[in-house]
């Protein structure tokens, strides 16, 4: 789209089917250099969890203080590396816990029309265009999901990652809500606008869990099955079969139908 705006604006006639192909194709191969560049950086890091949330809290607020601790523990205590989309807020609270903890503390960074800010909390980045593209590989990327208060970013995340797990497009993957205060509105939505009227089964409102205890979620974590068998160091286990490095983390993507 940027492409094709640029072209118009260098051109005040309506663009020709010509020029509209060549824009198209350009896009197309940004896009997929893109998917590339997530995809290998993604390979690098096997054990994840990716933390969502606001872009507004602060270092005093509640939320920022709990993002923080939490993602210090899954470093610590399960050796995962933490995922976030790079930014301020949540982001930056969940990306010094694992930063300070000496853990992988990645992000997975975005473009936008104002700018965005990097926290300084990053151990290694990719950076990122087109939306899209970056949601993918955040739905990609991590053997768990963490949503914390956000707004309508977190909400899509939230929305896209349940929607694919409930349509068996990914593998049931632990999606876990944080902000028992925060989420419940939106769950007694589902509740009674959504289950009610046979919009959703019964079933769908299984497939995230709505908890504020650490424990559960380490817990649950856990015992959430790692889609590659590497293990934090990036050894290959006595039973692993794979035949190189490049050969086994693309497994994880396989979940993908």
């Known amino acids: 789209m940027l492409i094709i705006m640029s072209l118009m604006e260098n051109n005040p006639h309506p663009l020709t089917l010509l020029e509209m192909a060549f824009a198209a194709k350009k896009r197309v191969s940004l896009i997929s250099k893109e998917f590339e560049a997530g995809f290998e950086f993604l390979m690098n890091y096997p054990k994840s969890v990716t933390i969502f949330g606001s872009t507004k809290v602060t270092p ?112 049931p993957v632990p999606i876990i809500l944080f902000g028992i205060e925060h989420w419940t509105p939106l769950i007694n939505f589902f509740n009674e606008s959504l289950l009610s009227k046979n919009m959703i089964e019964k079933i769908d409102l299984s497939l995230f869990t709505l908890t504020d205890d650490e424990d559960k979620i380490l817990e649950i974590i856990k015992n959430s099955p790692v889609q590659v068998g590497i293990d934090y160091k990036g050894d290959y286990g006595k039973n692993n079969s794979a035949e190189s490095i490049a050969e086994r983390p693309i497994s994880r993507f396989l979940k993908w139908k």
């Open 60 to 171: 005093k607020d509640h939320f920022y203080k709990k993002a923080e601790s939490l993602a210090a523990r899954i470093v610590k205590e399960l050796r995962y590396s933490i995922i976030t989309g790079g930014g301020p807020g949540i982001m930056e609270a969940a990306n010094k816990g694992a930063f300070e903890a000496g853990g992988q503390s990645l992000g997975l960074t975005i473009e936008l029309p104002h700018g965005q800010t990097t926290n300084r909390y990053l151990t290694d980045k990719v950076g990122f265009h087109y939306f899209f593209s970056r949601k993918v590989c955040l739905s990609f990327c991590a053997e768990a999901y963490i949503f914390f208060p956000g707004g309508f970013g977190t909400m899509d995340e939230f929305t896209e990652i349940l929607t694919l797990v409930q349509t068996g497009k990914i593998l």
